[in-house]
């Protein structure tokens, strides 16, 4: 078995499994064919991991009652096991089997995970909200307790473990598309980034797709049937699992169909490149671990990508929580933040684009750092959205003076463990509970003053309904800061890849990915959780005196604290950029060798085939020193 797990036969060029390749599949032996199923599968897995993760966790949180630093945490898996396995798969998938088997591996493990993720839907007891009302109302004569008629669920942590573990597999099943696929497309055409860029097309629509499916799915009830709030109301529930067994259905059947297709095409002599079948293979540990210490000792290098890892914080935290923070701060339905989300993916789809038109028309370094220096101020003005949010809702005996229990509700026998807000139709007053309102029905409450008008008297679940036309303007706000962000990452590329030799492209992005996400995608939800939980201003509270979701955010402090951080990451690379620049610029003057004229004479270019054009388009002048053998080269380099 050669690298790849290609064989001599002719037979290892068409479709099919070990021995048996049918002839009638030969038509379906070419790479356009794998590359449209390949984009069919990373468009599921795209759904998964970017459409549907980001806007479920708030009604994980809700549903399952953990907190935004346990999102982070199942947040943070996704990382981990990338970081873990994408040397190991690297390594050994350019060896061991072809190169089909395993990124069919990697769809089925997506797929496992989809149905990991989906699993507690199914193993944890129906969402129960107080459909009863036995405690919702006011019953002066009530002899139990709220906690002993509650049947409580011990099982809390398993849940988050269960999404913990789907994460971390979702997160594994994706190394082989970002580490192997690039290598089978570039051995068999020679045009690697280009069918990558298709995948990564793919990827944005899986995206928006999974975003716009959950506006669907999240609307309706999450054991689809009736439940007794509206989806406005902060204890909705969508079905939020059941994109997720869609996509895990639809790798399943993808996985066996990439797996099909051969280590190498009857058409790939054309076009592969010479590392395609492994004689470089045998250079050995010694060539990897010089181009690693090459690239650690690239000071500017280095430097520069310290400014991606600040913007990586971000990056991260805004896709896990951005959703979240619809809901909350905005006064939105799940739903309708779900849209929003879609709607800023689209946006960041085109922010993607026209960062790589600018990287392709903008050659030199120095314009190229221009360019994000003002890119990096537009996004630090959009960040500025964030401090404004709608009004927050005001609950009686919470938000105002005085306590949930009152002269009008005194005697009760109110329980704070079931949180189940109210509105008073005339004043406009949200109540902790129907109960907390003194209601013993919806139009017979102590604590609401009666008017004599029949629809003012009469009271409706959930928070009273806040005009907030502001929501539109911050949504326009985040999209544009979003936009900036995303429109950097090809321009950072594109820099990045001037400050390296070309021979070093591949193991540069591969380290400069895995230091990201340690650095960056790892902590970015992690932060963004605690500031969450620290500005949450009431919590939900079990029968065991436990904490659970936050009920209600202190929004002035969420929005506060939010745009700090968010400023802080967004400043913190301009020093880096003015760093590496500075680092370049000496590098580059350095290297510079002017000899006397008298004692150089022009060396022939045609007997130096190896000299390679500056950055300018045009090639370098080469001199050779009378008293010397070796030639000496004047670049002239734009800065």
Known sequence: MTEGGGS?????????????????????SRLGVFAAVFCLGSLFESMV????????YQSLETRYAFRSTVSGVISIQFD???????????????????????????????????????????????????????????????????????????????????FCIGNFLLGGGTVTQNTLAVHYFHENSGKGAFYYGLAQASRSVGALLGAGLNTVFLGIPVDLDALPVGRSHSLWVGAWWIGFLISSLALAIIAPIVAAFPAHFPSAAEGATPEAHGPDAEKGDDSFVSQV?????????????????????????????????????????????SLVFAAIVIVGTVGSVTGAIVSKHVVSFRSLIK????????????????????????IVGVDSAGSLTRDCNSGCRCSDRLFKPVCSGGQQDTFYSMCYAGCHSHANCSCIPHTGDEESDLIEEGYCALDCPLKYVVSMGVALFCFAMVVKVPIGLEISLKLIPDDQASMAMALTNIMLRLSG???????????????????????????????????????????????????????????????????????????????RVPHNRDSDPGAEPGETGHPPVVFQANNSTEPYTYETVML
């Open 521 to 599: 995608m790892i902590p970015g939800p992690l932060i963004f959780g605690v500031l969450f939980d620290d500005s949450c201003g009431l919590w939900q509270e079990d029968c065991q005196g436990e904490s659970g979701a936050c009920l209600k955010y202190d929004l002035d402090k969420l929005s506060l604290l939010m745009f700090l951080v968010v400023l802080f990451c967004a400043t913190l690379p301009h020093i880096f950029y003015f760093i590496s620049y500075q680092l370049r610029l000496r590098k580059e003057t350095g290297r510079l060798v002017i000899t006397p004229a008298k004692h």
């Open 8 to 28: 001599s036969d002719g037979g290892s060029a068409q479709c099919g499994f070990l021995s048996c390749r049918p002839q009638w599949l030969r038509p379906l």
């Open 80 to 162: 981990i096991a990338f970081c873990i396995l994408a040397l190991p798969v690297a390594y050994l998938g350019s060896r061991y089997l072809s190169k089909p088997v395993w990124l069919a591996g990697g769809f089925t493990v997506v797929s496992i995970a989809a149905l990991t993720m989906s699993s507690p839907q199914f193993i944890a007891d129906r969402y129960r909200v107080d459909t009863s009302h036995q405690f919702a109302n006011c019953d002066p004569g009530r002899a139990t307790d709220y906690c002993d008629a509650e049947k409580v669920d011990n099982e809390n942590s398993l849940y988050p473990a269960i």
């Open 293 to 337: 210490k090459a690239l650690v000792t690239n000071v500017p290098f280095v430097v520069f990508n310290l400014a991606s890892v600040s913007e990586a914080i971000i990056y991260s935290g805004v896709v896990t929580f951005a959703a979240k923070y619809f809901q909350q701060s905005l006064a939105m339905s799940a739903s309708q933040a």
């Open 371 to 394: 360019v994000m220096v003002c890119i990096s101020l537009l996004e630090m003005g959009a960040a500025s959205s964030l401090l404004f949010h709608c009004p927050e809702h005001s």
């Open 49 to 56: 991991s970017n459409g549907l993760m980001p806007t479920t």
